[in-house]
């Protein structure tokens, strides 16, 4: 995902790198607050999964598409009859550690004290 630094530092990451880790470090933590029906959780993990896979290997445009299908996933629109559930525990770990791999070398110290703070709005 980023190319090497000349002076052999953590290498340098390019801007559509850093925006796609932004948008991802910005949509992550509402995923925390969302509650819907419990089968939407095992897309939402799916698509959590492929996120880690794309900061894993480099994918920036896998990290990208997968920044979008979550963002696609509207819990307020779900039907209001059906019992909603809050992420499972292990999808909370997943996307916390998500975030810090996010968040490491990216230059960005605003790293927000509560990634679980609420639902997105």
Not at 20 to 32: G, T
Not at 37 to 53: G, Q, R, T, Y
Not at 71 to 79: E, G, T
Not at 90 to 116: A, C, E, F, H, Q
């Amino acid at each position: 995902m980023h190319a090497d630094a000349a002076d052999g530092s953590t290498p340098a990451r390019s801007a559509e790198e850093l925006a796609a880790r932004a948008d991802a470090r910005e949509l992550l933590p509402y995923v925390l607050g969302w509650r819907m029906p419990a089968a939407w959780w095992d897309e939402v993990e799916e698509i959590i999964e492929a996120m880690a896979a794309a900061v894993r290997s480099g994918d920036i445009g896998g990290l990208r598409d997968a920044v979008d299908d979550l963002s696609l996933i509207d819990p307020v629109r779900s039907a209001t009859r059906i019992e909603h559930a809050d992420p499972p525990e292990n999808l909370k770990y997943r996307v916390n550690r998500l975030i810090d791999d996010l968040g490491k070398d990216s230059g960005d110290s605003t790293d927000d004290p509560d990634p679980g703070r609420g639902k997105r709005g």
